[in-house]
């Protein structure tokens, strides 16, 4: 355990430094305390490790799908290279391949542990999928060939490999060595054809004859191939392309699928001519003429039952003439034809069976269905062919993520209040029957501590997810658009709209817990506060302030169109045209003529109408910030809740505002420059000089409790903020202070103190009254970055913990802001709420991302919070629950430096020590890049501040002393997505959106790095595989059964020869040594593999035995056939037979 010393760091020692990049000092004003000498930092290098943990969501980009049916596990491929694999609910696992090519095929290597995976850049993969972290084994990658189909039949270790030329290779899958068997094209094909067939489409063994393999080329020949022979033994010709061809179980029929919207049956011994072409989408003319050309069918399989109507599955194939129509997939079985629509385009398909031999009756009972943007299994077994309910987290992307929240170690009654609430949401009709992809088992981990994730989507809907164990489930979804108008056409469309697509998208929130209090801010300029309640309420109107949050010192602030005031553009070539609506509520100053800039009206319109609101989050409070002379309000940048003290602040590039959600009071709205004190050495200078004036609305001394009918509301409901209240001079006054009365539902005046107390000598405010222009280009618009409410000391030197709330900037600067809070319960409600601004606490480079404050032992004091209660229930369960925290008192006050606040921003951090705001520890992040995300996270049982750079550095620091602990390059910045995503949480966690469809989870934890073998799910578990099925009497004596190949003896070195060594290049796999060492880790590892190896053998044996005993029955009835044959002609002549 390392202890820091305050006085080695007034003796000038800096501290070690990371990179060259960074630099680290620690020093310290004379006059810094002495008396709180040590500080003891239990965090080391050594609890630090960077890797990757589990990746949820929808593929991104999926191009292909393959399907185990006995592990029962689902395989997709992507188009960037990566494989997911999906077992039963919680069971996933994320796979890449290096270069990145696109997986143009999947093919299991069923009951085997083992999957082949084939790539756009012509390379062929197997991979061991018997470990937790699934590895290469083998790799081949062929120079002179274009691979474009793969088959790997049942229990066999030989894979087709067809190609562009349309030759076929087959490669041994054990050694992933090339057989020296090659099937040219121009041997397979009619020796008088002209001209090439195309590449190879289709390659399978007949069902009953291994040693007869069906070619499928996409010119529109099928060639039957003789194995042994080495010849064809049918060709079958038809004039359009093939995309697809499938078997009937018996070997005696296929059916193909064609680029005209055909399908074609032919019969294996009839290659004449088609048993039948059918159209299945196709207008059938009377005159018996062909019918209409329909588009390509891309797929289809034909699917046998015993007890009734084959299954013909297949995707495409719609007329022309529908045009728009989504995507098909169509079930034909027996007379009736279904055609299921999907949302997106069909990428795939697969008919699950309840058999993986192919020459048994297949029994198919669902298909799953890969969409371009979701995964579908359709329920063949019922009527109607219900969907399954899908357990996967696939509806990340449903409508793109705007941000995201990643909180570890939740209050435990948190999930299963969400969840209740949520599963009221779920929909019905969905089949009855379990989930059928449902292999593999969880992880053993011992992570017990609950997580949630919040994401935020671009319809305005959050979305909160059960994150804990490593797995991922939807609790609750909140439509925040619910409490606004929607415009039904273009042409009813508010012409005050600023974003014309997703208006009600979510930009940041502010989350509690503990009190379970919500705030989000969206696009539009809107922030909406929400309580969570158990009970369904019916609101009959929604509370409602606008709020007017205008550019600094615009010509529109003053009254006096004589003034050299410049017009800030917030919003170049922002409409201006004039709101054909009236506003709600519009005050009579202010406001502008119907022909004029528009002004005083909100981007979005409130619901008039009752809403009804759900069990969950429900509305407390929408604040709207409205257009000011023509120009628009500009976004949101912070937001914060504090269920404590009742309030709610956010600010942006015009200043910040503070919101009383219980009194639905505005307190504050100032301009950011207005925060600085006169005195302030931070101070900037303002964008152009103004004229001292009175703001257009009522300002008087806290006596005055006169109420002017300008400033009451239209509505007791909407208030609406006219002008800011501008702090003014008043010369030598001992605290200059005003009230803005606002109109309550009661139609009581609340008065609002706002006091200025730059320092605790002066209380007078002065502004800085330069004249020069050249201040306007001085610097760009400062906007508010980042709050953070706290119980601190809000002046310096102050000896007494108050409410404050901290403010960070996009300029570095801090400052303090003191709350005054009135007593609890009813007084709450009915007194108003002080705020004062106290100056600038210390400046930074760069914006400021993150604040928080440490006790005199380096623990973290979180801001106060109210706990849960619900609004809606009874008086006397209210007053159960509802008890404010109280402050929590430092927990060592034996020197004068009680707390320490941690400042980051985008490019350094500072410990500064309070109250005397002397810095204590410094250190510089980076220096060529910035800080795109920074927490201060609890960890190991410490605290420290983590970063992650623009440069994709992933960064920890100690505290107080802001040690660097961790610095990994891990993920540069390719991707806007990522940075808007980024976040880090407790105990060593993070994640970030990947892609816009799935959320990659990492930790940077040790401990939890360790562990990670154990907590991961397992995709492979040994399972029997079925029987096969019975021959039966008559098809054993008289050879009607299954024809078996020795395919060792065809294809193996001995006959077949060697393959050219040009034609491809074998490359060991890195899973090979590394995978087994991880699978085999620890004893359990070991027994698991020898039961899994006992479990073969005797699988094997068993086999060996049963065919022993067949071929045994088999030799004695032929052998009494034999003896029944001899004793009937024993006595006969010749003549006489």
Same mark, same amino acid.
């Given at each position: 355990?390392?202890?820091?010393?305050?006085?080695?760091?007034?003796?000038?020692?800096?501290?070690?430094?990371?990179?060259?990049?960074?630099?680290?000092?620690?020093?310290? $004003?004379?006059?810094?305390?002495?008396?709180?000498?040590?500080?003891?930092?239990?965090?080391?290098? *050594?609890?630090?490790?960077?890797?990757?943990?589990?990746?949820?969501?929808?593929?991104? $980009?999926?191009?292909?799908?393959?399907?185990?049916?006995?592990?029962?596990?689902?395989?997709?491929?992507?188009?960037?290279?990566?494989?997911?694999?999906?077992?039963?609910?919680?069971?996933? %696992? !994320?796979?890449?391949?290096?270069?990145?090519?696109?997986?143009?095929?999947?093919?299991?290597?069923?009951?085997?542990?083992?999957?082949?995976?084939?790539?756009?850049?012509?390379?062929?993969?197997?991979?061991?999928?018997?470990?937790?972290?699934?590895?290469?084994?083998?790799?081949?990658?062929?120079?002179?060939?274009?691979?474009?189909?793969?088959?790997?039949?049942?229990?066999?270790?030989?894979?087709?490999?067809?190609?562009?030329?349309?030759?076929?290779?087959?490669?041994?899958?054990?050694?992933?060595?090339?057989?020296? !068997?090659?099937?040219?094209?121009?041997?397979?094909?009619?020796?008088?054809?002209?001209?090439?067939?195309?590449?190879?489409?289709?390659?399978? /063994?007949?069902?009953?004859?291994?040693?007869?393999?069906?070619?499928?080329?996409?010119?529109?020949?099928?060639?039957?191939? /003789?194995?042994?022979?080495?010849?064809?033994?049918?060709?079958?010709?038809?004039?359009?392309?093939?995309?697809?061809?499938?078997?009937?179980?018996?070997?005696?029929?296929?059916? %193909?699928?064609?680029?005209?919207?055909?399908?074609?049956?032919?019969?294996?011994?009839?290659?004449?001519?088609?048993?039948?072409?059918?159209?299945?989408?196709?207008? $059938?003319?009377?005159?018996?003429?062909? +019918?209409? +050309?329909?588009?390509?069918?891309?797929?289809?399989?034909?699917?046998?039952?015993?007890?009734?109507?084959?299954?013909?599955?297949?995707?495409?194939?719609?007329?022309?003439?529908?045009?728009?129509?989504?995507?098909?997939?169509?079930?034909?079985?027996?007379?009736?034809?279904?055609?299921?629509?999907?949302?997106?385009?069909?990428?795939?398909?697969?008919?699950?069976?309840?058999?993986?031999?192919?020459?048994?009756?297949?029994?198919?009972?669902?298909?799953?269905?890969?969409? #371009?943007?979701?995964?579908?299994?359709?329920?063949?077994?019922?009527?109607?062919?219900?969907?399954?309910?899908?357990?996967?987290?696939?509806?990340?992307?449903?409508?793109?993520?705007?941000?995201? #929240?990643?909180?570890?170690?939740?209050?435990?009654?948190?999930?299963?209040?969400?969840?209740?609430?949520?599963?009221?949401?779920?929909?019905?009709?969905?089949?009855?029957?379990?989930?059928?992809?449902?292999?593999?088992?969880?992880?053993?981990?011992?992570?017990?501590?609950?997580?949630?994730?919040?994401?935020?989507?671009?319809?305005?809907?959050?979305?909160?997810? /059960?994150?804990?164990?490593?797995?991922?489930?939807?609790?609750?979804?909140?439509?925040?658009?619910?409490?606004?108008?929607?415009?039904?056409?273009?042409?009813?469309?508010?012409?005050? /709209?600023?974003?014309?697509?997703?208006?009600?998208?979510?930009?940041?929130?502010?989350?509690?817990?503990?009190?379970?209090?919500?705030?989000?801010?969206?696009?539009?300029?809107?922030?909406?506060?929400?309580?969570?309640?158990?009970?369904?309420?019916?609101?009959?109107?929604?509370?409602?302030?606008?709020?007017?949050?205008?550019?600094?010192?615009?010509?529109?602030?003053?009254?006096?169109?004589?003034?050299?005031?410049?017009?800030?553009?917030?919003?170049?070539?922002?409409?201006?045209?004039?709101? *054909?609506?009236?506003?709600?509520?519009?005050?009579?100053?202010?406001?502008?003529?119907?022909?004029?800039?528009?002004?005083?009206?909100?981007?979005?319109?409130?619901?008039?109408?009752?809403?009804?609101?759900?069990?969950?989050?429900?509305?407390?409070?929408?604040?709207?910030?409205?257009?000011?002379?023509?120009?628009?309000?500009?976004?949101?940048?912070?937001?914060?809740?504090?269920?404590?003290?009742?309030?709610?602040?956010?600010?942006?590039?015009?200043?910040?505002?503070?919101?009383?959600?219980?009194?639905?009071?505005?307190?504050?709205?100032?301009?950011?420059?207005?925060?600085?004190?006169?005195?302030?050495?931070?101070?900037?200078?303002?964008?152009?000089?103004?004229?001292?004036?009175?703001?257009?609305?009522?300002?008087?001394?806290?006596?005055?409790?006169?109420?002017?009918?300008?400033?009451? %509301?239209?509505?007791?409901?909407?208030?609406?903020?006219?002008?800011?209240?501008?702090?003014?001079?008043?010369?030598?006054?001992?605290?200059?202070?005003?009230?803005?009365?606002?109109?309550?539902?009661?139609?009581?005046?609340?008065?609002?103190?706002?006091? %200025?107390?730059?320092?605790?000598?002066?209380?007078?405010?002065?502004?800085?009254?330069?004249?020069?222009?050249?201040?306007?280009?001085?610097?760009?618009?400062?906007?508010?970055?980042?709050?953070?409410?706290?119980?601190?000391?809000?002046?310096?030197?102050?000896?007494?913990?108050?409410?404050?709330?901290?403010?960070?900037?996009?300029?570095?600067?801090?400052?303090?802001?003191?709350?005054?809070?009135?007593?609890?319960?009813?007084?709450?409600? $009915?007194?108003?709420?002080?705020?004062?601004?106290?100056?600038?606490?210390?400046?930074?480079?760069?914006?400021?991302?993150?604040?928080?404050?440490?006790?005199?032992?380096?623990?973290?004091?979180?801001?106060?919070?109210?706990?849960?209660?619900?609004?809606?229930?009874?008086?006397? *369960?209210?007053?159960?629950?509802?008890?404010?925290?109280?402050?929590?008192?430092?927990?060592?006050?034996?020197?004068? #430096?009680?707390?320490?606040?941690?400042?980051?921003?985008?490019?350094?951090?500072?410990?500064?020590?309070?109250?005397?705001?002397?810095?204590?520890?410094?250190?510089?992040?980076?220096?060529?890049?910035?800080?795109?995300?920074?927490?201060?996270?609890?960890?190991?049982?410490?605290?420290?501040?983590?970063?992650?750079?623009?440069?994709?550095?992933?960064?920890?620091?100690?505290?107080?002393?802001?040690?660097?602990?961790?610095?990994?390059?891990?993920? +540069?910045?390719?991707?806007?997505?990522?940075?808007?995503?980024?976040?880090?949480?407790?105990?060593?966690?993070?994640?970030?959106?990947?892609?816009?469809?799935?959320?990659?989870?990492?930790?940077?934890?040790?401990?939890?790095?360790?562990?990670?073998?154990?907590?991961?799910?397992?995709?492979?578990?040994?399972?029997?595989?079925?029987?096969?099925?019975?021959?039966?009497?008559?098809?054993?004596?008289?050879?009607?059964?299954?024809?078996?190949?020795?395919?060792?003896?065809?294809?193996?070195?001995?006959?077949?020869?060697?393959?050219?060594?040009?034609?491809?290049?074998?490359?060991?796999? +890195?899973?090979?040594?590394?995978?087994?060492?991880?699978?085999?880790?620890?004893?359990?590892?070991?027994?698991?593999?020898?039961?899994?190896?006992?479990?073969?053998?005797?699988?094997?044996?068993? *086999?060996?035995?049963?065919?022993?005993?067949?071929?045994?029955?088999?030799?004695?009835?032929?052998?009494?056939?034999?003896?029944?044959?001899?004793?009937?002609?024993?006595?006969?002549?010749?003549?006489?037979?």
């Amino acid at each position: 355990m390392k202890k820091f010393n305050i006085r080695k760091v007034l003796d000038g020692l800096t501290a070690a430094s990371s990179s060259s990049s960074s630099s680290s000092s620690a020093t310290a $004003q004379p006059g810094a305390p002495r008396e709180n000498d040590v500080i003891q930092e239990t965090l080391q290098s *050594e609890h630090f490790q960077l890797c990757k943990t589990v990746r949820h969501g929808f593929p991104y $980009q999926p191009s292909s799908m393959a399907f185990d049916p006995v592990q029962k596990i689902l395989a997709i491929g992507t188009q960037a290279g990566a494989m997911r694999l999906f077992g039963r609910a919680g069971v996933e %696992c !994320y796979c890449q391949h290096e270069s990145g090519a696109a997986v143009i095929q999947l093919q299991f290597l069923i009951n085997e542990g083992a999957l082949v995976s084939a790539l756009a850049d012509d390379s062929i993969h197997l991979w061991n999928l018997r470990q937790k972290i699934p590895a290469i084994l083998h790799s081949l990658k062929f120079s002179r060939e274009r691979i474009t189909y793969c088959h790997l039949p049942f229990q066999s270790k030989w894979l087709y490999i067809g190609t562009e030329r349309g030759n076929i290779h087959i490669v041994n899958v054990e050694s992933f060595t090339l057989s020296g !068997y090659v099937i040219m094209w121009n041997k397979a094909i009619e020796l008088s054809t002209k001209t090439h067939p195309g590449p190879v489409v289709h390659i399978s /063994d007949n069902p009953m004859d291994e040693g007869k393999l069906l070619i499928g080329f996409e010119c529109g020949v099928v060639v039957l191939w /003789d194995l042994k022979c080495k010849k064809a033994d049918y060709r079958y010709n038809y004039d359009e392309a093939i995309h697809s061809v499938a078997w009937h179980h018996e070997g005696k029929q296929f059916v %193909c699928s064609h680029s005209d919207g055909t399908l074609t049956t032919w019969n294996v011994r009839a290659p004449a001519k088609a048993a039948q072409i059918i159209t299945p989408h196709g207008k $059938q003319p009377k005159d018996g003429k062909k +019918p209409e +050309p329909c588009k390509p069918i891309l797929k289809v399989e034909y699917k046998t039952t015993r007890a009734g109507d084959p299954f013909h599955v297949l995707s495409g194939g719609l007329s022309y003439d529908t045009v728009g129509r989504r995507a098909c997939l169509t079930v034909m079985h027996g007379k009736s034809t279904a055609v299921l629509e999907m949302d997106y385009p069909i990428v795939d398909f697969l008919t699950l069976c309840e058999t993986p031999y192919p020459n048994d009756f297949q029994e198919p009972y669902a298909v799953v269905v890969l969409l #371009e943007k979701d995964l579908v299994v359709i329920d063949l077994g019922q009527i109607g062919y219900p969907i399954f309910e899908n357990p996967y987290p696939l509806t990340i992307h449903e409508s793109p993520v705007t941000c995201c #929240e990643y909180f570890a170690d939740c209050p435990a009654e948190l999930i299963p209040a969400l969840y209740s609430v949520g599963s009221r949401q779920k929909r019905q009709g969905y089949s009855k029957k379990e989930w059928p992809i449902s292999g593999g088992n969880w992880g053993q981990g011992t992570q017990s501590y609950p997580e949630i994730i919040i994401t935020g989507h671009a319809d305005g809907s959050i979305k909160f997810w /059960d994150a804990s164990a490593f797995m991922l489930q939807v609790l609750y979804k909140l439509k925040t658009a619910k409490v606004f108008e929607r415009a039904r056409g273009k042409e009813e469309k508010p012409s005050a /709209d600023i974003v014309e697509e997703d208006p009600f998208a979510i930009q940041t929130l502010s989350w509690c817990p503990e009190s379970r209090m919500l705030c989000v801010a969206g696009v539009s300029a809107h922030v909406i506060a929400y309580r969570f309640s158990k009970q369904e309420i019916t609101t009959e109107e929604v509370q409602l302030l606008e709020v007017r949050m205008q550019g600094e010192f615009n010509d529109g602030d003053s009254p006096d169109p004589g003034g050299d005031q410049t017009p800030t553009q917030l919003t170049p070539g922002a409409s201006s045209s004039p709101q *054909e609506s009236e506003p709600l509520a519009q005050p009579s100053t202010g406001s502008n003529s119907s022909d004029g800039p528009r002004d005083n009206i909100p981007c979005l319109q409130v619901r008039s109408s009752p809403l009804k609101q759900s069990p969950g989050y429900q509305v407390e409070l929408v604040i709207q910030l409205v257009w000011v002379s023509g120009e628009p309000p500009q976004p949101i940048t912070s937001l914060a809740i504090n269920s404590s003290y009742g309030l709610v602040v956010f600010g942006n590039s015009n200043g910040l505002a503070v919101v009383d959600y219980l009194q639905k009071t505005l307190l504050l709205n100032m301009g950011t420059s207005e925060l600085y004190s006169p005195s302030d050495p931070y101070q900037r200078q303002p964008r152009s000089p103004r004229k001292q004036r009175q703001p257009s609305g009522a300002l008087c001394d806290s006596n005055d409790g006169s109420n002017t009918s300008e400033d009451r %509301c239209k509505s007791p409901t909407s208030v609406l903020m006219s002008n800011r209240p501008h702090l003014y001079s008043q010369g030598s006054s001992k605290g200059a202070k005003m009230s803005r009365k606002i109109s309550s539902s009661s139609e009581k005046p609340d008065i609002v103190l706002l006091s %200025c107390c730059p320092d605790a000598k002066d209380n007078s405010f002065t502004r800085s009254r330069s004249s020069s222009v050249t201040s306007i280009d001085r610097e760009s618009r400062e906007a508010i970055s980042s709050f953070h409410f706290c119980e601190s000391y809000p002046r310096k030197n102050d000896s007494v913990i108050s409410p404050c709330l901290l403010v960070g900037t996009t300029q570095g600067t801090v400052m303090m802001v003191a709350l005054s809070l009135p007593p609890g319960g009813d007084q709450r409600l $009915q007194q108003p709420v002080g705020i004062s601004s106290c100056g600038t606490l210390v400046s930074l480079k760069g914006g400021i991302l993150t604040m928080a404050l440490l006790d005199s032992t380096g623990t973290l004091l979180p801001p106060s919070y109210e706990p849960w209660y619900d609004p809606n229930a009874s008086d006397e *369960e209210k007053e159960k629950t509802r008890r404010r925290r109280p402050a929590s008192p430092p927990s060592s006050q034996e020197g004068p #430096e009680s707390q320490f606040a941690v400042l980051c921003s985008e490019k350094q951090a500072k410990v500064v020590a309070m109250p005397s705001h002397t810095r204590i520890y410094k250190h510089n992040i980076t220096e060529s890049s910035f800080v795109l995300r920074a927490d201060v996270v609890v960890m190991a049982g410490a605290n420290c501040i983590a970063c992650f750079c623009a440069n994709g550095h992933i960064m920890t620091l100690s505290l107080p002393s802001l040690r660097p602990l961790l610095d990994v390059n891990y993920l +540069p910045l390719t991707d806007m997505r990522i940075a808007r995503t980024f976040c880090f949480s407790n105990l060593g966690q993070a994640l970030y959106l990947t892609s816009a469809t799935e959320i990659q989870r990492i930790t940077y934890s040790q401990e939890t790095c360790d562990n990670l073998q154990e907590m991961l799910s397992e995709l492979f578990t040994p399972v029997e595989t079925p029987e096969a099925p019975n021959r039966g009497f008559f098809k054993g004596l008289f050879g009607g059964g299954a024809q078996s190949l020795d395919r060792e003896d065809l294809f193996g070195e001995t006959t077949a020869g060697k393959a050219s060594r040009s034609l491809a290049q074998h490359i060991p796999g +890195p899973g090979g040594m590394e995978g087994m060492k991880g699978a085999a880790s620890g004893v359990v590892g070991d027994l698991a593999r020898a039961r899994i190896a006992l479990d073969e053998r005797g699988q094997k044996l068993g *086999e060996l035995e049963e065919r022993t005993a067949a071929m045994m029955s088999s030799a004695e009835s032929f052998s009494k056939h034999a003896h029944d044959m001899m004793l009937k002609y024993k006595d006969k002549k010749w003549y006489q037979l």
